[in-house]
């Protein structure tokens, strides 16, 4: 083989060796490249993934508030009806006392009324025995 035959076998060689070091080192920096797109992509993926657990967590928070204010609402309701019961509660026993004491000094009343009136039927039943012996003082006299 003569020498150039070698020297260009040689430079084939060479060439090939390069190109295969090229190849390896584009397809290494393809493959870090699309590492890096698919980290990205990962990444992107994984905000988009807290966004919508963050936005989930923002309603469950605020159907929370809204709950616990419907709750302290209804609280506010219940004493304000727990004051109103008892209120209505005093009133009435209030009432029961009033009524109570008026039916006392009406029995007291009607008891005085009784004995007034045993009094005067006492009277009138003494007045008509009064009469009677007037009468008869009166007939003995007409008679004497």
């Given at each position: 083989?003569p020498?150039?035959e070698?020297?260009?076998?040689?430079q084939?060689r060479k060439?090939?060796?390069?190109?295969?070091?090229?190849?390896?080192q584009?397809?290494?920096?393809?493959?870090?490249?699309?590492?890096?797109?698919?980290?990205?992509q990962?990444?992107?993926?994984?905000?988009?993934?807290l966004?919508?657990?963050?936005?989930?967590l923002?309603n469950?928070r605020k159907?929370?508030e809204?709950d616990?204010?419907?709750l302290?609402r209804?609280v506010?309701?219940?004493?304000a009806q727990k004051?109103?019961?008892?209120?209505?509660a005093?009133?009435n026993q209030?009432?029961?006392?009033?009524?109570?004491e008026r039916k006392?000094?009406l029995?007291?009343y009607?008891?005085?009324?009784d004995?007034?009136?045993?009094?005067?039927?006492?009277?009138?039943?003494?007045?008509?025995?009064q009469?009677?012996?007037i009468e008869?003082?009166?007939?003995?006299?007409?008679?004497?």
């Amino acid at each position: 083989m003569p020498v150039d035959e070698k020297d260009k076998q040689r430079q084939l060689r060479k060439q090939r060796g390069e190109q295969r070091s090229r190849m390896q080192q584009i397809e290494q920096q393809t493959q870090e490249a699309q590492n890096e797109i698919e980290g990205q992509q990962q990444k992107e993926l994984d905000r988009r993934k807290l966004e919508s657990d963050q936005k989930k967590l923002d309603n469950d928070r605020k159907k929370l508030e809204r709950d616990e204010a419907a709750l302290k609402r209804k609280v506010v309701q219940n004493d304000a009806q727990k004051r109103l019961a008892n209120d209505e509660a005093n009133k009435n026993q209030l009432e029961a006392q009033r009524l109570d004491e008026r039916k006392r000094q009406l029995d007291d009343y009607k008891a005085s009324l009784d004995e007034e009136k045993r009094k005067l039927q006492q009277d009138k039943a003494n007045q008509a025995q009064q009469r009677v012996k007037i009468e008869q003082a009166n007939r003995k006299l007409g008679e004497d």
